[in-house]
Every structure is written in structure tokens, then in C-alpha cells.
């Protein structure tokens, strides 16, 4: 990212340190990730210590240091989701993508992450891919979800 | 009346109010769908889509419109056909095709009883006290009947993004009449009174935290609305501000009155992208009319409030740890004394409240603290709003007096049990609650009362479980989600949790020692006194809980290695039942490991030593012939 | 003077004290890993934890952050007290198993074993580095990173780092002796040339101008000595003094 367009996130955000995770927020929204640089642009332009920065990145699960995948893959692993089955779900999932949870395929293709609780319960287990929901998902409907987006 | 103009009289009021009753009751046909996130996860966008083309072919003048949750989401989609002078009729589990039939009947004048969930009367108009023959009235639905609706009473009724049908239903009112005639003291008494205790969880109460912060030193002073709901199975909050955001704001105002407050923040989770943007519109409109900014009503308030989002942490759901977020800081909790109220975001007095606490506000402040007092028990007034999901017919959102017994709401509200099964246990307050048993089931659902039986309130989040639920598993479970969601800082809940989880880990592999249940005791119990926040000290709840009720589970575990519900994979077998199977073959290609084998229409069999346990054949085998023990 | 409780017997105390520092003046022990004199205190270790009555309420609290207050009564030696610090003390053990600081300190305190698994970690998160670098030295080179189980002390993304002036502060706190901050700096600075070897004291602001005569073998260095003894503890614990004094001698700035 260039310094200009970190100085246009400070800026709508409004510059105080309240507004230092809705500007990481961003630069993860556009980037897909927090880019080293970026974050030291950012260091310098609000006089944060680079240690703050990198303490919030790795604090706060909405972050990620390294590249994640075009399509975000997320199962729910909330309460209700998970007595009706949801670890199945997901174990699934990950052998279909061959990555653990957390992890992103070899080809950028897909990241898959667990959540707790997107608030669907009546339809659990849940799965969510972008911005698309997915409900009563059995393990052996799983290949049917992925590719739709493959 | 989009143009900015501030609402600065009784006369501006009534105006909007008439806006929003004609916009809510028009003279015409009416069609809303529900379209809040458990809508949209079932498929609403559809009905929707479908309904406009539909509607827009014939020249009907019938309109379309959006709202929010009604609380039944187990039957969503829901959708709401008004007429002028009939009572509404609300409509289930719609799909596309049932939508295309719904607009032929709309726009042929007739109701598809089959189709009909159940009809509604009263809102906001005066009730017509008339009724559709064949279709139960909301109030006579097992589901309905029990609840008294105070903060969910516009959820699913109005388009959130209308501040005009807000007013039209009673808000604002409330702000008008306390600017003008009332004192920050009294609204204090007011709320104290009431005896409304903090929604979040902590249970405490309201009117006495306001009055802290009343009078403690610092400018200027904080209102913060904690929506960072995180319990898993949660989802009141969410739902409220997707549906009824300007409660929130009203009550905000009202709160910043009260303290002295200028400035506050909503702190949204990162996971509720609609419910930010509901209360991202509802934001904007309040400052376009004067209702939020410089001198609300043209009163003399100066009250204005920022939206954030949080970073992904459960943790920041804990009042200090929030605070810290604000701050641009890890979401590390602090000790207390001093507390919020006193010294809070940025060492100033700061007020945080649940949103389900502020949304109470404007209606304890309307209809006054004796009508609040009325409902519920002794020590816990008022109602509350609850999600009952899991094993459980009827899954949704619900709002009852406190002091409702659990089994009332399992089987009349919840409509039992799925598929015949066995009631084991009701989870509730989440991550720091408890498990309730069978034999525990006349208990009044209030503050005190949960806390004995070992669980806790919480924010409102109830999972049943039934037979097939292992509780081990649960305790396991519970600890799996804390050990990620620990900040770290403190070494009891950090190394605790950890070894505990451990623990539970051998147990459910069949791996479990004597000792360890009294191990995962003195664990619990060292948390409990020793650690820094309320993650840490609730933490071993679960457990306990799970030991106290449900030992004998623990000791099959542990003693025998085996798991009476069938759950932990390592302690269960799957073979293939000779008698049912037809060798059809279709349990053979989904196995991962290959480890099915067999020829067509004969008995097929399962290689033991490959078996992973993950039971897909089980799941997709269609004649029974898969067995678990 | 504030009149509290301390295991039955009256003690008087002046008002500002926290409830472990009055114990303390009563010649009353606990245990304590995160705590520190020279700079706030922090509450993460959790082993100086009491029973506390305020006002007729009993909980347990962390003495070294409640204030002493009129009226309390305190007790260190209750059952709750002493069972839930043994169990925290097998639970450090067992996480800093390799390193004997946690093992002398369990065992002034009868601790000698652990149920638990050893996990081999050195560093005990205690947070003293890095609230001094950040309070004393006002330079944050080390923060924390992660969290949970995965809560670690380091530097920005593990590169060495821009802000460090090797003070020292980190290594002379660290109860287990697990950072190694000090040392790193000190071999980046040793490759550096001419009037860029500046004397660890001007890099922390205490002197100007000075040039390291010794290779920054600074244990063996007369100057280094000078500043030890002149300061009484360690030289960083003067640099929020030294910068106050510049601050109010130059208030425009």
C-alpha cells in the first residue's frame, strides 16, 4: 500500500488510537492481509510503535499476516452447531481442501476457518463461504458447497 | 421527509408518527419479509426477489417491504401479508415457488390458510380484535403464548430503517418527554428502581452503576453499548439491533442524560456485517433530525456516538477488555477496583451497558418502574430475551417474565425435543454457564436461582441437548473454545484452561486416570478465587457443572472407556450390520479412508484398522445397516 | 493512617499502599513473580493472591493491585488461599520446567513437584520486560504478541529491532532469566562503526554524546559502573525522571 491511501484510512477514521482497529480493518479488507510495510507506514504516521501494531495483528482474530485465499471458507463451531454435528462438518472440509483449519490451499484458492456461533442455529450446521450461508449441511454434503465455487 | 430537518417539537413527533402509521397500515395491500440474518441464511433474498417481480406484473398497488426477525426462527422465512381492516396474517418456511403462489392469492384477495403460520392484530394500530377462522392467533401459539415482548416488540414488526415507523410505535416519545420534563436524578431513580440488572450476563444493577458514574469525577464522561455478544448459540443482541436499532440510540440518550455523558460508542462484532449496517443507517438518520449531535430535540443534550467494530475477540465482550479495544489496545482485561463507572475509557467515568439492558430504557422509563416490577421475581424484574436453539423443536428467539420455569420453556415454548428423543440437559449462559439437568427443570429461570444450580443467566443463549449429546464432550468443548479465546495474561485462566483441557482431551480418548476428575476440581476451584477477570473465573463452570450432574459420564469414560451417547470417536465402533445390510454400496466411495469394501447386494464390510470414526457411512447409509456402540 | 485487618492482627498503614505492600511492611509474606518496586503493578501472575473482606464482601483479589483501604481484613494463610497458590505454582512449574528460578521460588513456598506436564518454556509472561521498556525506557521495542497459550514477548514480527537501546532493563528484571534482549543489542551495536558506537547511556538519554571506549564489554566498564552506583538500582529506572526534567526544563516541546 502507498503512503497516500494509509494517510486516506487515518484520516476517515478519524487519527485517534480508538480508531487504530477500524484502520487495520481496512488495510486487511483491501489486502487481504496486514502487509509488514503497511503496518510500518502506519507506525509512522500515527506515531504508534510498530510492537503495538504487531500485538494488535496478532491479538485479534479478524487479522492475518499472511495472504488468505480468494474464498473464505467458515464453519460454524458454535453451541447449537456443533451438537448437531458440526466438527464432522468440518473435519470433512478439511480433508476435501487437504489443509487444516486455519490454513489456506496451496493454490490460493480457499482459506478454511472455524467461528463461533454466525447466529443461524435453527439451521445448523452452518457453513458459511463469503458472503454466502449455507444451512443443514451434513458432512456428505460438503463437496456439493465447495463447487459451487471451484 | 428525508430532508434533514431536527424534530424539535411535539407537533414535529406527531407528524412522523402519522408518516410511520400510514407507512406501517396503509390503505392498500402490504407484503413484508423477514430479512434479517436467519432470514437471509434460509433463503429470504429469494422470496423477496421473487414477490417483486410477482407484484410489479399485475398493476396491484400492493407494496413490499423489509423487516427484521419475529423471533420464530425455526419457520423462517417468514413473510407478513397486511390488508386494510383484517388481521395480519404472517406466513412460514416460504420458498421461491410458495412466493409466487403468495402473490397470485394477494393479488386474487385470498389467505392460504395451509400455508399460514399464524395471524397478528394490534400493531401498532389498535387491535381489530378480529380473527381468520382456521389460523391460531400469535398469542394462542404454544411458541408466542408465554412471552411478554418489551424489547423484542418491534423486532420483525417495522422496517428498521425507518425512523418514521419507529416513532410510529412509540419511540422517541419517551426521549421527548424526559428532556422536557424530567431531571438526570430522577431517571436515575427511576431505572433504579425498576430493578433492571445488566443483560449481559453480570446481572447487575442498572441504576445503581448509572448512579456511580453519576457522581464520580472526570470529563468527560463515556456511554458505551456493548454489542460484542460472543457466547456461542447467542444471538439476541444481533437480532435487536437488526431489527429495532434506534431503541439502542433512544436509550443511549437517555443514558447520556442521565450521567452527564457527551460521547459514546457501540461496539459492534466483527461477525454482524447487517447489524452494523442497520445501525450505520439508523446513526445517520438520528443526526440528520436532531436526535443525535448538538442539542438533541433542540433540548440542550449534546450527546453523539461512534460505530466500531471489534477485532475478533470474546474476550472484549468483558467491560475492561472492551475498554482496552477502545483504546487501540489488545483486549487485555483490567483489574477492578477502580471500576468502569469510576475510572473507565481513558481513566473517565464510564457507563457500559449489554444492548438488551438500554433497550429496556425508553420502555421502563415510558410505562414506568412498577409496570417492569411486575414481572418477574423477587430479585429479578422485568423480562428477558432468550435463544433456544440445539435439540429443540421450536428454535428461536423469545422474550419472557423472569421467573418462568425451564420446563415451560423446553416443552411449551420450545415444543420439546426433535425425533423422540430424550432430554438431557439445558446449557446455559455459554462459555461461562452451566448444564442443567432433568430433575432441575421446575426451576424458575432468575439470577439467583441459576447461579445455585452451578450455571449462570449469562446473556441469554439456552442449548438443549438430549441423549445423543456426550457431556463430557460439552465440558470438552467448552474449554476448547476458552483455551482460544483466553487474552493469556493472567496465569491461572492461561495454564489452567490449558491442562484442564488436556484433561478432558485423555478422558474423551479413553485415556482418562484416576484423580482427574478431583484434579479438574481443583482446577476449577483455583480459577474460580485466582484468576484476573470473569473468562478466567467462570471458565470452569462447564466442568463442574458437568461433574456435578452428570459424574457417572465421566466415570464410564474414565473406568469402563466408554461414551454413553456415542460421541467421542476413539471410545465407539462402527461395524455393519449383516442382518440389515442390502449391499447397495453406497457407504463405500464416501469413506475417506477406503475402508468399506464388498460386492453389489451382498453384506459389504468395514476394515476396522482403517476406520477414522468420522461416521459418513453411518450418515449416509439409508437401511439402517450401519451400527455405532 | 489506614487501620486494616492483616491475619487477625490490627495493622496501621499509610494511605496510597496496596494491600500487598502493606503486608509487606508487616513483615507479612507472599508470594510474588510479576511484581516489582520500581514500576506498576500489573496483576498477571496471580500468586499474590488473598482473601479480602471490603465492606462485609469476601473474594479473593490480587494484593499487589487493591488498594488498602480503611476496614479491610485481610488473610494470606486460608485454605482457599494456600491450596489455590500450591496448584498455581505446580501450574508455573510445570510450564517453566527447565529453568531452576520458578523451582527456587515454588520451593521457598513448599512446592517441589508437579502433577502436570513439563511444556519447557523459559519465559514465565510476567510482563516485566516489557513494561519496562515501555514505562521506563519509553521505547516498546518488545510487546506482547498473540495470545492465550500463544502469548509471547518479542519483537515486531521477530526482527531485530529499530527501537532497542540495549538499557538492559529487560535482562536485569527478568525473573527466569529468558530474554536475551540485552545481549542481542549489544552484538548489533559492536558492528557498528566510529561515531555511531554511541555508550548505551546516551542511547538511553541519560548522557550525550558519549562513544563506547570498550567494545561494549560493559560488565568490565568503569563508566557502567559509575551509573550503577549512581542511581542505587538500575539505570533505567532514572530515565522517566531524567525526561520528566527535560520535559519541564523545555515545555514548549
Not at chain 2, 201 to 212: D, H, I, N, Q, V
Request: charged share 25%; hydrophobic share 35%.
Amino acid at each position: 500500500m502507498k503512503v497516500i491511501e494509509i494517510d486516506q484510512l487515518v484520516q476517515k477514521h478519524g487519527g485517534d488510537d480508538s480508531a487504530l482497529i477500524a484502520v487495520l480493518q481496512d488495510i486487511q479488507r483491501r489486502e487481504g492481509y496486514l502487509p509488514r510495510e503497511a503496518l510500518t507506514l502506519l507506525s509512522e504516521k500515527m506515531a504508534v510503535p510498530l510492537s503495538r501494531l504487531y500485538g494488535l495483528a496478532t491479538f485479534y482474530r479478524s487479522f492475518s499476516l499472511t495472504p488468505t485465499g480468494r474464498h473464505r471458507v467458515r464453519v460454524c463451531l458454535g453451541t447449537a452447531c456443533h451438537v448437531r454435528g458440526g466438527q464432522a462438518v468440518l473435519d470433512q472440509l478439511g480433508r476435501e481442501l487437504g489443509v487444516a483449519a486455519g490454513g489456506t490451499t496451496a493454490d490460493q484458492e480457499f482459506t478454511l476457518e472455524t467461528v463461533r456461533c454466525l447466529g443461524c442455529c435453527s439451521i445448523g450446521p452452518v457453513v458459511q463461504v463469503d458472503q454466502e450461508t449455507f444451512g443443514r449441511i451434513r458432512q456428505d454434503k460438503v463437496d456439493k458447497v465447495l463447487r459451487k465455487f471451484q | 421527509m428525508s430532508a434533514p430537518s431536527p424534530i424539535t417539537s411535539a407537533k414535529d413527533l406527531e407528524r412522523w408518527k402519522e408518516e410511520g402509521l400510514r407507512s406501517l397500515a396503509p390503505n392498500t395491500a402490504k407484503v413484508s419479509v423477514g430479512m434479517a440474518t436467519c432470514g437471509l441464511a434460509t433463503g429470504a433474498q429469494a422470496v423477496f426477489d421473487v414477490l417483486t417481480e410477482e407484484l410489479s406484473k399485475a398493476s396491484s398497488q400492493a407494496i413490499l417491504a423489509k423487516t427484521s426477525c419475529i423471533g420464530f426462527c425455526q419457520m423462517e422465512p417468514i413473510v407478513e401479508v397486511y390488508r386494510p381492516g383484517e388481521p395480519r396474517v404472517l406466513y412460514k418456511e416460504m420458498t421461491a415457488e410458495k412466493a409466487r403462489e403468495l402473490a397470485a392469492d394477494i393479488l386474487g384477495g385470498k389467505v392460504n390458510k395451509k400455508e399460514a403460520l399464524c395471524t397478528l392484530d394490534g400493531f401498532p394500530e389498535a387491535k381489530a380484535g378480529k380473527t381468520i377462522s382456521g389460523i391460531p392467533r400469535m398469542e394462542d401459539l404454544p411458541f408466542y403464548q408465554k412471552q411478554k415482548k418489551i424489547v423484542l416488540n418491534r423486532c420483525g414488526r417495522i422496517f428498521p430503517d425507518s425512523l418514521a415507523e419507529y416513532i410510529a410505535s412509540g419511540g422517541y416519545f419517551t426521549l421527548w418527554q424526559v428532556l422536557n420534563n424530567r431531571s438526570p436524578d430522577q431517571i436515575i431513580a427511576e431505572i433504579d428502581l425498576s430493578g433492571l440488572r445488566g443483560r449481559g450476563g453480570a446481572g447487575f444493577p442498572t441504576g445503581r452503576k448509572w448512579r456511580f458514574a453519576r457522581d464520580a469525577q472526570g470529563d468527560p464522561k463515556y456511554i458505551i453499548c456493548n454489542a460484542d455478544e460472543g457466547d456461542p448459540g447467542a444471538y439476541m443482541d444481533r437480532s435487536v439491533l437488526e431489527g429495532d436499532p434506534f431503541a439502542i440510540l433512544e436509550g443511549m440518550a437517555i443514558g447520556a442524560y442521565a450521567i452527564g455523558a457527551s460521547q459514546g460508542f457501540i461496539y459492534v462484532r466483527d461477525e454482524y456485517p447487517l447489524a452494523i449496517e442497520k445501525l450505520e443507517t439508523a446513526v445517520a438518520q438520528a443526526r440528520s433530525h436532531g436526535l443525535l449531535g448538538k442539542n438533541i430535540m433542540g433540548k440542550g443534550l449534546s450527546f453523539d456516538l461512534r460505530l466500531i467494530r471489534g477485532g475478533g475477540a470474546f474476550v472484549c465482550g468483558e467491560e475492561t477488555a472492551l475498554i482496552a479495544s477502545l483504546e487501540g489496545r489488545p483486549g487485555e482485561p483490567r483489574q477492578r477496583p477502580p471500576f468502569p463507572a469510576e475510572k473507565g475509557l481513558w481513566g473517565k467515568p464510564t457507563v457500559i451497558n449489554n444492548v438488551e439492558t438500554w433497550a429496556n430504557v425508553p420502555w421502563i422509563l415510558s410505562q414506568g418502574a412498577d409496570s417492569f416490577r411486575k414481572l418477574g421475581t423477587q430479585t429479578s424484574k422485568g423480562s428477558k430475551v432468550f435463544s433456544i436453539v440445539g435439540k429443540i423443536n421450536n428454535t428461536g428467539l423469545i422474550e419472557v417474565p423472569m421467573g418462568l420455569k425451564l420446563r415451560d420453556i423446553i416443552y411449551d415454548i420450545g415444543g420439546g425435543i426433535p425425533d423422540d428423543k430424550k432430554f438431557k440437559a439445558i446449557q446455559t449462559g455459554g462459555p461461562s454457564g452451566g448444564c442443567i439437568p432433568e430433575k432441575l427443570l421446575d426451576l424458575p429461570v432468575d439470577y439467583e436461582s441459576l447461579t445455585q444450580a452451578g450455571a449462570i443467566m449469562g446473556s441469554g443463549g439456552m442449548i438443549v441437548m438430549d441423549e445423543d449429546t456426550c457431556m463430557v464432550d460439552v465440558a470438552r468443548y467448552f474449554l476448547d473454545f476458552l483455551k482460544e479465546e483466553s487474552c493469556g495474561k493472567c496465569s491461572p485462566c492461561r495454564e489452567g484452561i490449558d491442562r484442564a483441557l488436556e484433561i478432558l482431551e485423555r478422558i474423551c480418548q479413553g485415556k482418562g486416570r484416576t484423580g482427574d476428575i478431583e484434579t479438574l476440581e481443583s482446577i476449577g476451584k483455583m480459577m474460580k478465587g485466582f484468576s484476573l477477570c470473569a473468562l478466567g473465573t467462570t471458565a470452569p463452570n462447564p466442568v463442574l457443572s458437568t461433574i456435578r450432574y452428570f459424574r457417572d459420564e465421566y466415570e464410564a469414560h474414565i473406568r469402563d472407556h466408554k461414551c454413553p451417547a456415542k460421541v467421542c470417536r476413539e471410545l465407539i465402533r462402527y461395524s455393519i450390520s449383516a442382518k440389515n445390510c442390502n449391499g447397495c454400496g453406497a457407504c463405500v466411495k464416501p469413506c475417506p479412508q477406503e475402508a468399506i469394501s464388498g460386492a453389489k447386494k451382498k453384506v459389504h464390510t468395514l476394515d476396522q484398522s482403517l476406520c477414522i470414526k468420522c461416521g459418513m457411512c453411518y450418515e449416509v447409509c439409508k437401511f439402517d445397516a450401519i451400527e455405532r456402540e | 493512617m489506614i487501620a486494616l485487618q492483616m491475619n487477625g492482627k490490627s495493622l496501621k498503614v499509610k494511605p496510597g499502599m496496596t494491600v500487598l505492600e502493606a503486608a509487606q511492611s508487616a513483615g507479612v509474606k507472599i508470594p510474588t513473580l510479576c511484581h516489582h518496586e520500581g514500576i506498576l503493578p500489573y496483576g498477571a501472575c496471580r500468586l499474590c493472591t488473598v482473601e479480602i473482606t471490603d465492606a462485609g464482601r469476601t473474594t479473593l483479589q490480587a494484593s499487589c493491585c487493591y488498594p488498602a483501604k480503611e476496614g479491610l481484613q485481610v488473610r494470606t494463610d486460608t485454605e482457599a488461599v494456600v491450596e489455590g497458590r500450591q496448584l498455581l505454582f505446580q501450574l508455573l512449574l510445570a510450564r517453566c520446567s527447565e529453568y531452576p528460578a520458578i523451582r527456587e521460588l515454588a520451593a521457598e513456598w513448599g512446592v517441589m513437584d508437579t502433577p502436570f506436564s513439563p511444556k519447557g518454556e523459559n519465559c514465565v509472561l510476567c510482563g516485566l520486560c516489557v513494561r519496562a521498556c515501555a514505562l521506563l525506557m519509553g521505547a516498546e521495542a518488545i510487546a506482547f504478541s498473540g495470545r492465550g497459550t500463544s502469548r509471547k514477548v518479542t519483537t515486531p514480527f521477530r526482527f531485530p529491532s529499530e527501537e532497542c537501546r540495549a538499557c538492559g532493563a529487560c535482562t536485569f528484571l527478568c525473573p527466569t532469566g529468558a530474554i536475551q534482549m540485552e545481549a542481542e543489542m549489544v552484538e548489533r551495536l559492536r558492528n557498528r562503526y566510529g561515531p555511531e558506537r554511541q555508550c548505551r547511556y546516551t542511547l538511553m538519554g541519560l548522557v550525550s554524546g558519549k562513544v563506547c571506549p570498550n567494545n561494549y564489554n560493559c560488565a568490565q566498564c568503569t563508566f557502567d559502573q559509575t551509573m550503577e552506583l549512581r542511581f542505587g538500582m538500575h539505570p533505567a529506572f532514572a530515565v522517566g525522571a531524567a525526561k520528566a526534567l527535560a520535559a519541564a526544563a523545555s515545555p514548549t516541546r
